[in-house]
């Protein structure tokens, strides 16, 4: 496959590109869902092809093609020197490369337990149980359970001389339960919303003990057709560890993206409120906050070997006892940014261009736990596993739907309350972080569904975090 | 013969009697050229088949992906073989019966072969319609055919094109944006489409912070796109509505008398092709009529639970998602924007939303944000630009009886921050939004 690989870079270098690369890419997935205990879909995809990515001035040209034969990767590479070169027409500054050392190595994902070598049935009888367990429960409309597994291998070539082969290995899933009220649908997941993905095997998912929480899950669902609505106020608000994943995905993860710092993504993605400028002396939020960029982070969905331009995975210290010091880059955007690149380009299979994406951004865990903050807390909500998230498209503005909530009165958990809401503004949100769980709570958080780009890609990205509460919230917002 | 039908065919006759199958191929090229900071700095294409394939041995089902044509036998064997160590499917609807397809006829030469110089052209025209702001945005080029063979003799063949541009201009601490789809290249003018948005963007200048509250509106087709794709995609969805999950009562008087929204790839301004995932037909779905929901959208799957016929709104992943109506028409009034304007005292003018999630599914309750062009309108004007607001607010409440004040008369495709060409809408003003979050939180 390297040979494929060198064909589609000869052919970029010979129609004139000043840099090439090129990733071979074979890749398999296989989902599986289960609605009410029948199987609802079983699908395996096998992709395989060639991206070819050339480097004229100030513009890169890629070009893709599913036919896996020499010539046609020759041919892929010239395409992408030509589609590189008409962007001369609406043209802008040089496009510098930071420098890496350019390797020959491979990686592959440490695995017990080959997920596609279980069988389909183990898995399909595996969830038909827990949506039977789920459905059990009196008053549960819908139990659905999914699994999805991924087996990637890349090979990647660069025409400064790498040789990179990486086998990687990703796997998880989840379920939930829905009850469905006179005119509400409450629904309860586990064990995070859209499930929980981890690169690893099958051991990953057994991990969880799906059907040991089914139970549980349901009965939480159907607690929370009569419980009442959270109402509306300022207090101390208690996030579970996959929800304040998500709210470091949304409100860290992708401001700290320096292709949205540099205005690369604005018309969609969007910008960031950071500026360079301001890198190493921002506060980014309470002393507590210690976000990292990890990509090294063993069994965490974003791990990997090497990102997509050869740039070896790495740790990167990104808000330090509350103060942005890092960024997430790739060899253009640090160049450009007079920046170490991060190793952080990644590519939606063989047909996208490689671009900024989140590794394992995850924030180091303190030195409290659950049990200590509901007891530490007099007025206050605790809020578990996301329903709903919007935030704009300068990273500031957030608002935040949880599936369900407890009330916490005095140093204790109180009440369940339904369709809980948080909202606010990034830097003053993270400043108020006051406590913090430590390593015993901590989860390599793992989110399969992040979007970014035109045309679109979804990234597989990890986000490691503890319950951690925040002063003085603005919650139970609604129509 | 296009090369899709050809290996259809192949897949079919390797399949023989083993299974009941159906077998989508699509091919074609798509290219897609980037703007940002006024100069392209991304640009991509891609060429390549790729093989959907659903089998069915006695009932036990499993579908496959594929774009190795290399290994195409051994794919088929593996899903065939998968299939049969599965349970019985009891939803399982079986193929489709043999049906007539009429082609739309949405294609067009030139676009299909459009080069990366002529994607360049119109993105410099989009640009040079405002030098001294910046732009972003892209131009989008596909051409694809799709091939639909099954074991009951079932057989359809479609080509569609498409033309996208898509950006906007920035100015100081604002934003305007523009767009155009269209299955003709040839349609779409960059500099009329980036005029509009430097217009929004340079409006803005010196937008302060309303404080939030309910607020009367004019939303511009690409706010309306995106109500529309959330009432089709959730509620005009008939795995959602089966499941409970759906605002949709059928025969009721959900919206204003005013609203009609139907689906209908046949419509001259449509895109795509002529059958479904499924080879089921395409054809028109009254959604809403004079405000009454008369349908949802089905595949043969929850047609088949439904005891209704399949609506030809079958894709790859339905199965999970269910059956999203995608060629969707809000038809237009007479009203010209100037006009719903002009009867605003108080309110806002709104370009895009933004990043918008469902709260409440029954009730489609939704937050999100305004985003590239919000205005506010003072005594029928447009006297100034505000920064951008959070709104939580039921977008079936929005459009109920008595709250649609009028309906444009410049409906267009119009991106719904979910893709474009599949939201065929004008501009509405609407006599209340709940606006309920400001730049300050």
Same mark, same amino acid.
């Given at each position: =496959?390297? #040979?494929?690989?060198?064909?589609?870079?000869?052919?970029?270098?010979?129609?004139?590109?000043?840099?090439?690369?090129?990733?071979?890419?074979?890749?398999?997935?296989?989902?599986?869902?289960?609605?009410?205990?029948?199987?609802?879909?079983?699908?395996?995809?096998?992709?395989?092809?060639v991206g070819v990515r050339a480097l004229t001035g100030s513009a890169w040209g890629f070009y893709a093609t599913s036919d896996m034969s020499k010539a046609a990767a020759r041919a892929a590479g010239k395409k992408s020197a030509a589609i590189s070169r008409a962007s001369a027409s609406v043209p802008g500054p040089a496009m510098p490369l930071a420098d890496v050392p350019v390797v020959e190595d491979s990686y592959e994902t440490p695995f017990d337990e080959d997920p596609f070598a279980v069988p389909v049935s183990d898995k399909v009888d595996m969830l038909i149980e827990v949506t039977k367990?789920?459905?059990?429960?009196?008053?549960?409309?819908?139990?659905?359970?999914?699994?999805?597994?991924?087996?990637?291998?890349?090979?990647?070539?660069?025409?400064?001389?790498?040789?990179?082969?990486?086998?990687?290995?990703?796997?998880?899933?989840?379920?939930?339960?829905?009850?469905?009220?006179?005119?509400?649908?409450?629904? +309860?997941?586990?064990?995070?919303?859209?499930?929980?993905?981890?690169?690893?095997?099958?051991?990953?998912?057994?991990?969880?003990?799906?059907?040991?929480?089914?139970?549980?899950?349901?009965?939480?669902?159907?607690?929370?057709?009569?419980?009442?609505?959270?109402?509306?106020?300022?207090?101390?608000?208690?996030?579970?560890?996959?929800?304040?994943?998500?709210?470091?995905?949304?409100? $860290?993860?992708?401001?700290?993206?320096?292709?949205?710092?540099?205005?690369?993504?604005?018309?969609?993605?969007?910008?960031?409120?950071?500026?360079?400028?301001?890198?190493?002396?921002?506060?980014?939020?309470?002393?507590?906050?210690?976000?990292?960029?990890?990509?090294?982070?063993?069994?965490?969905?974003?791990?990997?070997?090497?990102?997509?331009?050869?740039?070896?995975?790495?740790?990167?210290?990104?808000?330090?006892?509350?103060?942005?010091?890092?960024?997430?880059?790739?060899?253009?955007?640090?160049?450009?940014?007079?920046?170490?690149?991060?190793?952080?380009?990644?590519? #939606?299979?063989?047909?996208?261009?490689?671009?900024?994406?989140?590794?394992?951004?995850?924030?180091?865990?303190?030195?409290?736990?659950?049990?200590?903050?509901?007891?530490?807390?007099? #007025? &206050?909500?605790?809020?578990?596993?996301?329903?709903?998230?919007?935030?704009?498209?300068?990273?500031?503005?957030?608002?935040?739907?949880?599936?369900?909530?407890?009330?916490?009165?005095?140093?204790?958990?109180?009440?369940?309350?339904?369709?809980?809401?948080?909202?606010?503004?990034?830097?003053?949100?993270?400043?108020?972080?006051?406590?913090?769980?430590?390593?015993?709570?901590?989860?390599?958080?793992?989110?399969?569904?992040?979007?970014?780009?035109?045309?679109?890609? $979804?990234?597989h990205t990890g986000h490691s975090a503890a319950p951690g509460r925040f002063a003085e919230v603005r919650v139970g917002v609604r129509a | 013969m296009s090369r899709t039908i050809e290996i259809a065919g192949q897949i079919l006759d390797h399949i023989g009697d083993r299974a009941d199958a159906e077998v989508v191929v699509s091919g074609g090229e798509s290219a897609l050229t980037r703007f940002a900071n006024s100069f392209i700095h991304q640009n991509v294409a891609e060429e390549g088949h790729e093989v959907l394939l659903r089998v069915a041995v006695d009932g036990r089902v499993n579908s496959a992906a594929t774009t190795n044509l290399e290994g195409i036998e051994d794919f088929v064997?593996?899903?065939?073989?998968?299939?049969?160590?599965?349970?019985?499917?009891?939803?399982?609807?079986? %193929?489709?019966?043999?049906?007539?397809?009429?082609?739309?006829?949405?294609?067009?030469?030139?676009?299909?072969?459009?080069?990366?110089?002529?994607?360049?052209?119109?993105?410099?025209?989009?640009?040079?319609?405002?030098?001294?702001?910046?732009?972003?945005?892209?131009?989008?080029? =596909?051409?694809?055919?799709?091939?639909?063979?099954?074991?009951?003799?079932?057989?359809?063949?479609?080509?569609?094109? +498409?033309?996208?541009?898509?950006?906007?201009?920035?100015?100081?601490?604002?934003?305007?944006?523009?767009?155009?789809?269209?299955?003709?290249?040839?349609?779409?003018?960059?500099?009329?489409? &980036?005029?509009?948005?430097?217009?929004?963007?340079?409006?803005?200048?010196?937008?302060?912070?309303?404080?939030?509250?309910?607020?009367? *509106?004019?939303?511009?087709?690409?706010?309306?796109?995106?109500?529309?794709?959330?009432?089709?995609?959730?509620?005009?969805?008939?795995?959602?509505?089966?499941?409970?999950?759906?605002?949709?009562?059928?025969?009721?008087?959900?919206?204003?008398?005013?609203?009609?929204?139907?689906?209908?790839?046949?419509?001259?301004?449509?895109?795509?092709?002529?059958?479904?995932?499924?080879?089921?037909?395409?054809?028109?779905?009254?959604?809403?009529?004079?405000?009454?929901?008369?349908?949802?959208?089905?595949?043969?799957?929850?047609?088949?639970?439904?005891?209704?016929?399949?609506?030809?709104?079958?894709?790859?992943?339905?199965? *999970?998602?269910?059956?999203?109506?995608?060629?969707?028409?809000?038809?237009?009034?007479?009203?010209?924007?100037?006009?719903?304007?002009?009867?605003? #005292?108080?309110?806002?003018?709104?370009?895009?939303?933004?990043?918008?999630?469902?709260?409440?599914?029954?009730?489609?309750?939704?937050?999100?944000?305004?985003?590239?062009?919000?205005?506010?309108?003072?005594?029928?004007?447009?006297?100034?630009? *505000?920064?951008?607001?959070?709104?939580?607010?039921?977008?079936?409440?929005?459009?109920?009886?008595?709250?649609?004040?009028?309906?444009?008369?410049?409906?267009?495709?119009?991106?719904?921050?979910?893709?474009?060409?599949?939201?065929? %809408?004008?501009?509405?003003?609407?006599?209340?939004?709940?606006?309920?979050?400001?730049?300050?939180?």
């Amino acid at each position: =496959m390297f #040979d494929l690989a060198q064909a589609a870079v000869e052919g970029a270098l010979a129609a004139g590109a000043q840099y090439a690369d090129a990733r071979v890419v074979v890749s398999k997935n296989q989902s599986i869902a289960v609605q009410n205990q029948e199987p609802q879909s079983i699908d395996q995809a096998e992709r395989a092809g060639v991206g070819v990515r050339a480097l004229t001035g100030s513009a890169w040209g890629f070009y893709a093609t599913s036919d896996m034969s020499k010539a046609a990767a020759r041919a892929a590479g010239k395409k992408s020197a030509a589609i590189s070169r008409a962007s001369a027409s609406v043209p802008g500054p040089a496009m510098p490369l930071a420098d890496v050392p350019v390797v020959e190595d491979s990686y592959e994902t440490p695995f017990d337990e080959d997920p596609f070598a279980v069988p389909v049935s183990d898995k399909v009888d595996m969830l038909i149980e827990v949506t039977k367990i789920a459905q059990s429960v009196d008053g549960i409309a819908l139990a659905t359970g999914n699994l999805s597994f991924w087996d990637t291998n890349k090979w990647f070539v660069s025409s400064q001389g790498h040789r990179i082969h990486q086998h990687l290995v990703e796997s998880g899933g989840g379920f939930d339960a829905s009850a469905v009220g006179e005119s509400e649908i409450q629904r +309860r997941s586990y064990p995070q919303s859209f499930g929980q993905f981890e690169t690893g095997g099958y051991e990953t998912v057994r991990r969880w003990d799906y059907p040991g929480n089914a139970g549980r899950i349901a009965e939480e669902a159907v607690a929370l057709l009569s419980a009442p609505e959270l109402e509306e106020g300022e207090k101390s608000l208690i996030l579970e560890g996959s929800q304040l994943a998500l709210q470091i995905h949304e409100s $860290v993860g992708h401001a700290i993206e320096l292709d949205r710092i540099l205005g690369w993504e604005a018309a969609f993605a969007g910008t960031s409120h950071l500026d360079l400028e301001r890198l190493r002396t921002h506060r980014y939020g309470s002393p507590l906050m210690n976000i990292t960029a990890d990509a090294t982070l063993p069994g965490a969905l974003g791990t990997f070997g090497y990102d997509d331009e050869g740039t070896k995975a790495q740790r990167v210290d990104i808000v330090k006892d509350g103060l942005w010091v890092g960024v997430l880059s790739g060899r253009d955007s640090a160049s450009i940014a007079g920046l170490a690149p991060g190793g952080m380009v990644r590519a #939606d299979g063989y047909n996208r261009l490689p671009m900024v994406r989140m590794t394992n951004v995850g924030m180091l865990p303190g030195d409290s736990n659950l049990a200590e903050i509901i007891a530490d807390t007099k #007025d &206050g909500v605790y809020m578990s596993t996301n329903r709903s998230w919007s935030i704009d498209d300068r990273r500031l503005n957030f608002q935040f739907g949880c599936e369900i909530a407890w009330e916490v009165k005095d140093g204790k958990l109180g009440r369940m309350v339904k369709n809980p809401t948080y909202t606010g503004i990034t830097p003053q949100f993270w400043a108020q972080l006051d406590k913090l769980a430590g390593g015993d709570e901590w989860v390599h958080w793992g989110t399969p569904n992040c979007g970014k780009g035109q045309p679109m890609q $979804v990234a597989h990205t990890g986000h490691s975090a503890a319950p951690g509460r925040f002063a003085e919230v603005r919650v139970g917002v609604r129509a | 013969m296009s090369r899709t039908i050809e290996i259809a065919g192949q897949i079919l006759d390797h399949i023989g009697d083993r299974a009941d199958a159906e077998v989508v191929v699509s091919g074609g090229e798509s290219a897609l050229t980037r703007f940002a900071n006024s100069f392209i700095h991304q640009n991509v294409a891609e060429e390549g088949h790729e093989v959907l394939l659903r089998v069915a041995v006695d009932g036990r089902v499993n579908s496959a992906a594929t774009t190795n044509l290399e290994g195409i036998e051994d794919f088929v064997d593996d899903t065939i073989g998968i299939a049969s160590l599965q349970r019985v499917d009891e939803s399982w609807p079986g %193929v489709t019966e043999p049906m007539d397809i009429v082609d739309p006829h949405h294609f067009d030469d030139a676009t299909a072969e459009a080069n990366p110089d002529e994607r360049a052209r119109v993105v410099a025209g989009f640009v040079s319609a405002a030098p001294d702001l910046l732009a972003a945005g892209y131009c989008e080029t =596909m051409g694809h055919d799709v091939a639909f063979v099954n074991t009951e003799g079932h057989r359809a063949f479609g080509h569609y094109t +498409r033309a996208t541009v898509d950006g906007i201009h920035q100015a100081s601490g604002t934003a305007g944006s523009g767009h155009g789809t269209s299955p003709r290249l040839g349609d779409l003018d960059g500099s009329d489409i &980036g005029a509009l948005a430097a217009d929004r963007a340079r409006r803005g200048l010196d937008a302060f912070d309303l404080k939030p509250g309910e607020y009367q *509106v004019v939303l511009a087709p690409e706010a309306v796109a995106t109500i529309a794709m959330f009432l089709s995609f959730y509620g005009f969805n008939g795995k959602s509505h089966a499941e409970g999950q759906s605002f949709a009562e059928l025969g009721e008087k959900q919206f204003d008398a005013s609203i009609n929204l139907y689906d209908d790839v046949h419509d001259p301004r449509a895109l795509g092709i002529g059958f479904d995932a499924e080879g089921t037909p395409h054809r028109r779905l009254d959604l809403i009529t004079a405000g009454v929901t008369k349908a949802v959208a089905h595949d043969r799957r929850t047609a088949k639970k439904a005891g209704v016929a399949s609506t030809g709104h079958g894709s790859p992943g339905s199965e *999970v998602y269910g059956p999203l109506p995608t060629n969707v028409f809000l038809e237009e009034g007479s009203t010209a924007v100037d006009d719903m304007i002009a009867g605003v #005292d108080r309110g806002l003018y709104v370009a895009t939303f933004n990043y918008c999630r469902v709260l409440d599914p029954k009730a489609l309750t939704v937050t999100g944000l305004t985003r590239n062009g919000t205005f506010i309108i003072e005594n029928g004007k447009i006297t100034g630009g *505000v920064t951008n607001l959070r709104f939580t607010q039921s977008f079936v409440e929005a459009l109920a009886q008595g709250r649609v004040s009028a309906i444009g008369n410049d409906a267009r495709f119009a991106d719904s921050e979910f893709g474009p060409g599949m939201m065929h %809408v004008p501009s509405l003003q609407l006599d209340a939004w709940n606006f309920t979050g400001g730049a300050a939180g």
